[in-house]
């Protein structure tokens, strides 16, 4: 008895209804493929391709998404846009020549401009993480370099220094400062020579950094000494206070703000030493004392009318 097949039909989703039930809007089972009547249950329509992603996962969280089969993401970043095929090296006898080479190697598939680039990015990823910094950072430094790689003008420094001083931008421009110090301390490169680099990055890329003041630190420094927010609102008044009324003339922000949590807290009931904000703030204990000797004689001027003092200004150290 010869077998005969149906030919296959198209199902236009559309036009699908139940006969019985054309008002009912129809429920789709993903698994089965089939546009199920929500009425009486009459299948309608099966083998329904289904058109939502592909891949599965095999992994033992329920709830997690394993997308490692559709590769890794598009880095705009990159010439070559990352979407080369790596291949790793072998194991067997076939994977290499006779002098024990191999003979596939994933690093001819990418030219040494990317190679530069990727070695530049996880060395800012690793800065950043050290001093925990948000991805938003990570981007903006990873386009400043991309910017400096692309113009040459930097031909005989360092990747690392230019990484470091991207990294130092990409904090003043999105507001969230760091010191030289703690750019340094994370990285392997002198601060003269991030210094230098970032002047050359600011004349070659024709860009710009808002001016540093003692508030950009003060919120961060207070909280890393376990200050509450009314010493750190006192100390941040009395660094404005001092440089409009120009008590500290060539004192650098950093060094202002210092002098003004030490002073803040000197007139609290939580006091902190030189010690402890010179460990925090990355400025000398001798800067910090040269600091408040000019701040302390106007005193009466800079603390705010509602502060409580628990220490009057009188008894104040006097440096």
């Given at each position: 008895?010869?077998?005969?097949?149906?030919?296959?039909?198209?199902?236009?989703?559309?036009?699908?209804?139940?006969?019985?039930?054309?008002?009912?809007?129809?429920?789709?089972?993903?698994?089965?493929?089939?546009?199920i009547?929500?009425?009486?249950?009459l299948?309608?329509?099966?083998?329904?391709?289904?058109?939502?992603?592909?891949?599965?996962?095999?992994?033992?969280?329920?709830?997690?998404?394993?997308?490692?089969?559709?590769?890794?993401?598009?880095?705009?970043?990159?010439?070559?846009?990352?979407?080369?095929?790596?291949?790793?090296?072998?194991?067997?006898?076939?994977?290499?020549?006779?002098?024990?080479?191999?003979?596939?190697?994933?690093?001819?598939?990418?030219?040494?401009?990317?190679?530069?680039?990727?070695?530049?990015?996880?060395?800012?990823?690793?800065?950043?993480?050290?001093?925990?910094?948000?991805?938003?950072?990570?981007?903006?430094?990873?386009?400043?370099?991309?910017k400096?790689?692309?113009?040459?003008?930097?031909?005989?420094?360092?990747?690392?220094?230019?990484?470091?001083?991207?990294?130092?931008?990409?904090?003043?421009?999105?507001?969230?400062?760091?010191?030289?110090?703690?750019?340094?301390?994370?990285?392997?490169?002198?601060?003269?020579?991030?210094?230098?680099?970032?002047k050359?990055?600011?004349?070659?890329?024709?860009?710009?950094?808002?001016?540093?003041?003692?508030?950009?630190?003060?919120?961060?420094?207070?909280?890393?000494?376990?200050?509450?927010?009314?010493?750190?609102?006192?100390?941040?008044?009395?660094?404005?206070?001092?440089?409009?009324?120009?008590?500290?003339?060539?004192?650098?922000p950093?060094?202002v703000?210092a002098?003004?949590?030490?002073?803040?807290?000197?007139?609290?009931?939580?006091?902190?030493?030189?010690?402890?904000?010179?460990?925090?703030?990355?400025?000398?204990?001798?800067?910090?004392?040269?600091?408040?000797?000019?701040?302390?004689?106007?005193?009466?001027?800079?603390?705010?009318?509602?502060?409580?003092?628990?220490?009057?200004?009188?008894?104040?150290?006097?440096?």
């Open positions: 008895m010869a077998s005969t097949s149906s030919p296959k039909t198209f199902v236009n989703l559309k036009q699908l209804q139940c006969p019985y039930h054309e008002w009912a809007t129809l429920i789709e089972d993903h698994h089965a493929g089939d546009m009547c929500p009425e009486c249950g299948v309608v329509g099966d083998r329904i391709v289904d058109v939502g992603s592909e891949w599965r996962t095999f992994s033992n969280e329920k709830d997690s998404k394993d997308n490692c089969r559709v590769g890794a993401s598009e880095n705009p970043l990159l010439d070559g846009t990352d979407l080369s095929t790596c291949i790793s090296v072998g194991t067997g006898s076939a994977s290499f020549d006779e002098s024990g080479r191999p003979l596939y190697s994933s690093r001819r598939q990418v030219n040494s401009s990317d190679r530069a680039l990727l070695s530049a990015f996880r060395e800012i990823a690793q800065m950043a993480d050290r001093l925990n910094l948000p991805k938003m950072i990570v981007d903006r430094a990873d386009t400043l370099f991309k400096v790689h692309v113009t040459k003008s930097l031909k005989g420094r360092s990747n690392d220094a230019i990484a470091s001083a991207c990294l130092y931008i990409a904090c003043r421009q999105e507001n969230v400062p760091r010191t030289f110090k703690e750019i340094c301390a994370i990285s392997k490169i002198s601060k003269k020579e991030i210094g230098r680099v970032f050359l990055i600011l004349k070659t890329l024709e860009t710009s950094v808002d001016l540093i003041t003692s508030g950009d630190f003060m919120s961060r420094f207070c909280s890393s000494l376990g200050l509450s927010a009314a010493i750190q609102r006192t100390a941040t008044q009395i660094a404005n206070r001092a440089v409009d009324l120009d008590i500290v003339p060539g004192r650098s950093i060094s703000a002098a003004a949590i030490y002073m803040a807290s000197q007139a609290s009931a939580d006091k902190k030493n030189h010690k402890e904000i010179g460990d925090i703030s990355g400025v000398a204990e001798a800067t910090i004392k040269q600091s408040y000797r000019l701040m302390i004689p106007r005193a009466h001027d800079l603390f705010p009318e509602d502060f409580n003092f628990a220490c009057p200004i009188e008894q104040l150290p006097q440096q």
